[in-house]
């Protein structure tokens, strides 16, 4: 869920959920994690302040953030990962009794630790269970070493009703799994009453951005997975071709400190901006202020940020790695660049800068992934799994 640090945190399947609240009843309950240290009781007290409201209306929808421990204190890793989802199966529980929470349908947003929790909540209440996997849920768990994360992968994958992948690319590995007969593709789509062209001066005088230069944007998590640094070296590159460029880092993560530095040394800190996580209502105004959107990920399940991009008429420049390929479908929508390679990036970003777009065009193709044509499909699965269809 969202937080005052990362609001654009889950924004993928919050814009579905939001979506979804106009035709069904919700109910979110998203349990928070809570690291405790046995020495450090001070810390404790200031982990506990920082922790979210219980319960809260998000969009008039019924939110709970139950307490779990996440036990990071026990020697042994695998008895770690046991009581973490004990402690979250209890949290669950304790929410649903107390408030006397009523469904049919569990739907879970990623396949470990959500789905597996949820998988198990369903046999315990007879409901069904649908989980979405989003795509480092299925990447990492099951081909990393961590036994633990795999066979409780393929547990909430074995006792789910339907599972909805959000990209062709990540069915296939499903259905390496042996679950391809039960699996969907069905993308978490962009909301179209937010991402639209607007003028791109004004909003770059609404958001206090230079007029005069030409601005690249990366908008996600600064985690390895993304690939900044391979963007970080591929605009150095870009900067010996052309100087009135600068690139916007949109996002939070584990490198953030790591990338600063290398930009730094890199000598190109002044025109490489991290402006840290925005709220969801300013990101189509960054989108519609820049010129070229980049996603140098060296794995995405579909990437989100191409839909946002394309819906507001901007061309993209991104690795063909996972789904992607599966947005940029020609050379009118973007770029597609071997990932890890800092020289085919900064050559598709120079393409890309100099090129002339058709934005209507972009518009209109896109116009097949907006919330509203993606949530009808998702409706559909929910009277499939209640025998409805």
């Known amino acids: 869920m969202p937080s005052k640090e990362r609001p654009q945190l889950w924004s993928h399947a919050l ?9 069904c009843d919700i109910k979110i309950v998203s349990p928070v994690r809570l690291s405790i240290s046995l020495r450090r009781h001070e810390e404790n007290k200031e982990r ?11 969009r008039a929808i019924p ?31 304790l929410v649903i009794f107390r408030k006397r929470i009523k469904f049919d349908i569990i739907h879970a947003h990623f396949v470990y630790r959500p789905g597996y929790v949820a998988a198990v909540l369903g046999r315990i209440f007879g409901k069904p269970v649908v989980i979405t996997a989003h795509g480092t849920d299925i990447h990492h768990n099951l081909y990393k070493e961590n ?43 962009f909301s179209e009453s937010e991402f639209y062209p607007m003028d791109k001066k004004k909003c770059r005088t609404k958001l206090s951005l230079e007029t005069s230069k030409k601005n690249l944007l990366f ?23 052309d100087t009135n460029v600068v690139l916007i880092i949109i996002g939070e993560g584990t490198e953030k400190i790591t990338l600063e530095q290398q930009a730094r040394d890199c000598k190109i800190d002044k025109m490489v901006h991290f402006l840290g996580s925005k709220n969801n209502n300013e990101i189509p105004l960054y989108i519609n202020s820049s010129d070229v959107i980049v996603l140098p990920s060296r794995d995405e399940g579909r990437g989100l940020v191409i839909f946002e991009a394309l819906a507001c008429g901007k061309p993209v420049v991104a690795s063909r790695v996972g789904g992607i390929p599966e ?3 020609n050379d009118k929508l973007g770029i597609l660049v071997e990932k890890e390679n800092p020289i085919d990036l900064a050559d598709g970003i120079l ?3 100099a090129s002339s777009w058709d934005s209507l065009y972009q518009c209109n193709y896109i116009n097949q992934y907006c919330n509203t044509k993606l949530v009808a499909k998702v409706l559909k699965v929910y009277d499939k799994v209640l025998n409805r269809a």
């Open 351 to 353: 393409k890309a800068l």
């Open 327 to 329: 947005t940029v479908v």
């Open 219 to 241: 908008i996600g998590n600064l985690i390895t997975v993304k690939g900044v640094d391979i963007l970080i070296e591929a605009f150095k590159i870009v900067l010996d071709k």
């Open 147 to 189: 036994i633990v994360y795999k066979k409780r992968t393929i547990d909430a994958l074995r006792r789910s009703k339907k599972i909805i992948a959000v990209s062709e690319f990540l069915k296939r590995k499903i259905a390496n799994e042996g679950f391809g007969k039960k699996t969907c593709v069905i993308p978490c789509g």
């Open 48 to 58: 506990a302040k920082s922790l979210p409201p219980y319960e809260y209306k998000i």
């Open 63 to 93: 939110c709970w953030r139950p307490i779990y421990i996440d036990f990071s204190f026990l020697p042994c890793k695998y008895r770690k990962y046991y009581f973490q989802i004990v402690s979250m199966i209890a949290s669950l529980l």
């Open 15 to 23: 814009n579905q959920i939001y979506e979804l609240s106009e035709k």
